[in-house]
């Protein structure tokens, strides 16, 4: 192995690890903040909402991501209205093209996971809101939504991680991100081993860096957790205590 050329082409690939950078960031917030409201219609009692979601959530996990970008870059360009749209001067550009997919991709696994989330808030939380006398929306903003997201933060940063490696898919339309710019090295240097075990490297690390921030968010959003009593009656007592103090806080 050729450890000379891994140190030459690390510089190069780290300009397409920015790339990356950029899209799972974007398309990872983007979808976060599509799939919040989504969740909460998944989880409401209205089956027009729910089930409307739910075909939304089934079309995009039951097809590959390549076909739905293949379907975005290629396909928009064959509608007549989109292309006389103000819409056709992001759809021409491959980079918009993956950003818009990745991100409606990620709305919808994100959805699915906050709706575990949701739905394994413990009840007698919210009864002793109601009991207080919260709104609705109050329930949602300071109780269900904050204890649903602690509940799916694993499950979310493993989802993260999966689009970190997706966003490799770029390179199929023309985008030099980091497969991208590794594929272009190999056929000018012919040395695909080490080009691919750099890039993997950087993976890793960038994987690395992802998962140690989720981490230290579980452990800050847990730490009340830790504090704990043992026991069942402990944990009421915690549970209660801070649905009170959030009832405190907006009462005039």
Aim: aromatic fraction near 10%; charge should be positive.
């Amino acid at each position: 192995m050729n450890l000379a050329l891994i140190v030459d082409v690390l510089p190069l690939l780290c300009e397409g690890m920015l790339l990356t950078a950029q899209l799972t960031l974007a398309s990872v917030t983007l979808g976060l903040l599509i799939a919040i409201p989504l969740a909460l219609l998944r989880t409401s009692p209205w089956p027009v909402f729910s089930h409307a979601i739910f075909l939304y959530t089934f079309l995009f996990r039951g097809t590959p991501l390549l076909v739905q970008l293949f379907l975005v870059y290629y396909g928009a360009g064959q509608v007549e209205w989109i292309r006389s749209s103000v819409a056709w001067s992001m759809l021409r550009e491959p980079f918009w093209c993956a950003l818009i997919t990745f991100s409606l991709n990620n709305a919808a696994y994100t959805t699915e996971i906050l709706r575990g989330g949701l739905r394994a808030v413990p009840p007698g939380e919210v009864e002793a809101a109601k009991a207080l006398g919260m709104p609705y929306a109050l329930r949602i903003r300071r109780i269900i939504l904050p204890a649903g997201f602690r509940l799916a933060l694993p499950a979310y940063a493993n989802e993260v991680v999966l689009m970190l490696k997706a966003s490799s898919l770029a390179s199929t339309i023309t985008l030099m991100e980091l497969t991208g710019t590794a594929r272009k090295i190999v056929a000018q240097t012919f040395s695909p081993y080490e080009v691919f075990i750099s890039a993997a490297l950087i993976y890793l690390g960038f994987t690395f860096v992802i998962v140690h921030l989720f981490g230290r968010l579980e452990n800050h959003l847990t730490k009340h957790q830790k504090r704990a009593e043992p026991g069942n009656n402990s944990q009421l007592r915690a549970s209660t205590a801070g649905i009170i103090s959030a009832s405190q806080k907006v009462a005039p």
